[in-house]
């Protein structure tokens, strides 16, 4: 009776691999999966081997294959269409085990109802670890569930540097209820360690809160998508100039004076930082008033 089971899932287990030519559909039925680079699925003596670095339905444009990456990282690039569901897919950072290091959403640039190549962008907050390699993972949005309609793009990234720990300000109106606009709150980051650490600093607050922190009443009033055009620090004054994206939408005394306070106070916490001044695309005169 054992070998009369054993024969007949020997042909149950030949029909499914006979179905199976490629890594992607061997690994979604639930073969087993070597951890190893490019990795590896075997099925019935078969060995199918993952294609590492092209997709005809996406180009990443950074970062790039094998990159050193920091955070917070930028991710940029195009994609078909068909990737997105209402606007967005996900993307996630592991080490070389598999382990989830950070997750975030692409979000469409443009029109994403088509079949054509659309723009996205996303921006992916992770700690530094003490391992040399790891993988970026872009993956279809697939609301389905089902196998068939999934795909993900996988690139390997490097990872260098000792850490450090930075604050980042942001506002939180359970620590400050009576909302003073001007008050402010630290959380801690680690960063890799790096000689432009102001910048570095600011980069991180320009990100936003994270989820844990968003649930911890953390709020940011500066706009997304605001870059640093440049930050000089003379003589104990801190002269950043930003992107115009600071100042859209902006009104009222509140919102300016928090933005202000984010600023100065992320950049004041280095000792070599007494005074801030913010410029806007070169101008300095009537930039962040209310």
Do not use: H
Request: glycine residues 6%.
């Amino acid at each position: 009776m054992w070998e009369e089971f054993c024969e007949e899932y020997k042909e149950q287990y030949r029909g499914t691999s006979a179905s199976i030519t490629n890594f992607a559909e061997c690994a979604a039925v639930g073969n087993p999966v070597r951890e190893s680079y490019p990795r590896q699925c075997s099925v019935n003596g078969q060995i199918f081997v993952e294609e590492i670095g092209t997709n005809a339905d996406i180009n990443l444009k950074t970062p790039l294959l094998n990159e050193v990456i920091t955070s917070p990282l930028t991710i940029a690039g195009e994609a078909k269409g068909s990737w997105f569901f209402e606007a967005q897919f996900p993307i996630k950072l592991e080490d070389e085990e598999g382990n989830v290091l950070a997750q975030t959403i692409a979000t469409a640039q443009a029109d994403w109802m088509t079949e054509n190549m659309v723009p996205f962008a996303a921006n992916l907050t992770f700690n530094p670890v003490d391992r040399e390699k790891g993988f970026l993972i872009l993956e279809k949005d697939n609301p389905s569930g089902l196998a068939e309609n999934a795909d993900s793009f996988r690139i390997p990234v490097l990872f260098k540097g000792e850490s450090i720990t930075i604050k980042v300000f942001f506002n939180n109106d359970r620590l400050d209820p009576e909302i003073s606009c001007d008050k402010v709150f630290s959380v801690e980051r680690t960063i890799t360690k790096t000689d432009a650490i102001g910048r570095a600093a600011l980069e991180q607050l320009l990100a936003g809160p994270t989820e844990v922190e968003e649930v911890n009443a953390y709020s940011t009033a500066i706009n997304p998508g605001v870059k640093i055009n440049s930050l000089r620090i003379d003589n104990g004054t801190a002269k950043v100039d930003f992107s115009s994206e600071i100042e859209k939408g902006v009104g009222g005394s509140c919102k300016v004076s928090a933005i202000r306070a984010q600023i100065s106070e992320t950049l004041k916490q280095f000792p070599t930082v007494k005074d801030v001044v913010i410029s806007v695309e070169g101008r300095i005169d009537d930039v962040l008033q209310p």
